[in-house]
């Protein structure tokens, strides 16, 4: 049984939120202040805290830093009124679990502290991946013998029992939709529909009714009325990839169906209800497009409840033959043949090459060698590279200096830029074709003091 602690000044809604979360099976402790809701935490093993962001004496804000000192792993679900967002902001970026706008149902708080306390319970297993040992995770049609792709999938198998909203990051050809699909499967909602939708694939001004739907009438050629995405995905699951690239407008709307789970269709004024698990997917630095304001910090901050990150090809090349073999078999099956194999040094071919489309570009290429192939064997004639992406060559000069990893060049780059502009951070970012903030973000990545700017 959790224990929750509420911290809240206002006596009648203290007293609510104490029934309806016994009437729940939670264990309650109740404070009307911060300075004594600190006590009860230290005196009780505590699983959640919900506090007023409000609060006489010591603030939300102040009672939330000083709680992590205390347990640094525990949520905190912090309630602010609905005008005040920007302080729900600042409580995230200070370590809130999530928040609640005032006024809100209790059945949506007890929803938001039953999806936190399976996140934590998710985080806490997490810990212990790595000493785990000798357990491997088998998922269908995912290839992973290495120690990389295992994490991945340990977290998938903690994650996908529960309704916790993930993010998905990677490389584009990584396999993040396999991912997606296999938190589907393995969910309490695989007998419900997964539901796939690509935001760069379709114009910015038809998105919003692919996700939301449209009413008869909503817009020339709307003939008849149409459901969204949303309504499709029903008790199933919504698989939103590229979200780093939605437009803000509609951003908005995804922040209201996460916090609200409700939404209307484009032209319409009836309020549909929906209860569908959100998985989204970005090759992009989310936090970079915070910076650059392209992307909003609370729908960054209702995402982001566990994020997995899967490794590009590169850094698993211990997966390669494998992942070969599986391609070949699959390959020879749908012709009906026999699966054509690999020669040593084809292999090797393989294996040292860099991957930069990752593991859809190493099936294009096998399917590619397939299907130009006469033999059962496949050599190293076989095997043709994109010429857009350039294939090694034995003895070609290396395209980093020796010694010299991506990250580290790409940081020398960066402050060459900002010396050739002499200062100047819009000019230096214009060179780079960065935005500004951009290039402010990046610089104190690396730990570069933020100069002043100079004018051209």
């Given at each position: 049984m959790n224990s929750i602690l509420i911290v809240e000044d206002e006596p009648k809604m203290r007293r609510l939120l104490e029934l309806k979360l016994a009437e729940q099976g939670f264990t309650t402790f109740s404070s009307p202040d911060a300075e004594t809701g600190l006590t009860l935490l230290s005196q009780n093993p505590i699983d959640l805290v919900i506090t007023d962001f409000r609060l006489p004496g010591m603030n939300g804000l102040e009672f939330l830093q000083a709680a992590r000192q205390v347990n640094a792993a525990l949520p905190i679900v912090v309630m602010t009124a609905y005008g005040t967002v920007e302080s729900a902001v600042e409580a995230m970026k200070a370590g809130a679990s999530d928040y609640?706008?005032?006024?809100?149902?209790?059945?949506?708080?007890?929803?938001?502290?039953?999806?936190?306390?399976?996140?934590?319970?998710?985080?806490?297993?997490?810990?212990?991946?790595?000493?785990?040992?000798?357990?491997?995770?088998?998922?269908?049609?995912?290839?992973?013998?290495?120690?990389?792709m295992q994490q991945v999938l340990a977290m998938v198998e903690r994650v996908a029992p529960t309704n916790a909203t993930v993010l998905l990051g990677g490389e584009s050809g990584v396999g993040k939709d396999l991912i997606a699909r296999a938190i589907h499967q393995h969910s309490q909602r695989a007998s419900g529909p997964f539901v796939k939708i690509n935001s760069t694939a379709i114009p910015e001004n038809l998105l919003e009714s692919e996700l939301f739907g449209y009413e008869k009438g909503a817009f020339s050629g709307a003939t008849t009325s149409k459901p969204g995405k949303f309504e499709l995905a029903n008790k199933g699951?919504?698989?939103?990839?590229?979200?780093?690239?939605?437009?803000?407008?509609?951003?908005?709307?995804?922040?209201?169906?996460?916090?609200?789970?409700?939404?209307?269709?484009l032209g319409g004024t009836k309020t549909l209800k929906v209860d569908v698990r959100l998985i989204a997917a970005t090759n992009r630095d989310l936090r970079a497009a915070l910076e650059e304001g392209s992307f909003r910090e609370d729908l960054y901050y209702r995402l982001n409840v566990v994020a997995i990150d899967i490794p590009p090809l590169r850094e698993h090349k211990e997966d390669i033959p494998d992942l070969a073999r599986f391609f070949l078999e699959r390959f020879a099956?749908?012709?009906?043949?026999?699966?054509?194999?690999?020669?040593?040094?084809?292999?090797?071919?393989?294996?040292?090459?860099?991957?930069?489309?990752?593991?859809?570009?190493?099936?294009?290429?096998?399917?590619?060698?397939?299907?130009?192939?006469?033999?059962?064997?496949?050599?190293?004639?076989?095997?043709?590279?994109?010429?857009?992406?350039?294939?090694?060559?034995?003895?070609?000069?290396?395209?980093?200096?020796e010694g010299v990893t991506l990250e580290q060049w790409e940081d020398e780059i960066i402050r060459e830029a900002l010396r050739r502009a002499g200062g100047n951070k819009s000019q230096a970012a214009r060179s780079l074709g960065l935005s500004r903030n951009a290039l402010r973000y990046r610089l104190s990545k690396i730990g570069v003091p933020d100069p002043p700017e100079k004018d051209s």
């Open positions: 609640v706008l005032k006024p809100f149902s209790l059945d949506e708080l007890v929803l938001i502290v039953r999806k936190e306390l399976d996140a934590s319970k998710l985080r806490e297993e997490n810990r212990s991946l790595r000493e785990a040992l000798g357990h491997r995770y088998h998922y269908e049609n995912i290839v992973a013998r290495s120690d990389k699951t919504l698989f939103l990839d590229e979200i780093g690239d939605v437009p803000q407008a509609i951003q908005v709307k995804l922040l209201r169906v996460l916090q609200e789970r409700e939404f209307e269709r099956g749908e012709a009906s043949e026999q699966p054509k194999e690999l020669t040593p040094a084809a292999l090797r071919l393989l294996v040292d090459y860099h991957w930069p489309g990752n593991v859809r570009e190493l099936e294009n290429i096998l399917q590619r060698a397939v299907t130009f192939s006469n033999g059962k064997l496949l050599d190293t004639a076989d095997i043709r590279f994109d010429p857009a992406t350039g294939r090694p060559v034995a003895g070609a000069t290396p395209v980093l200096p």
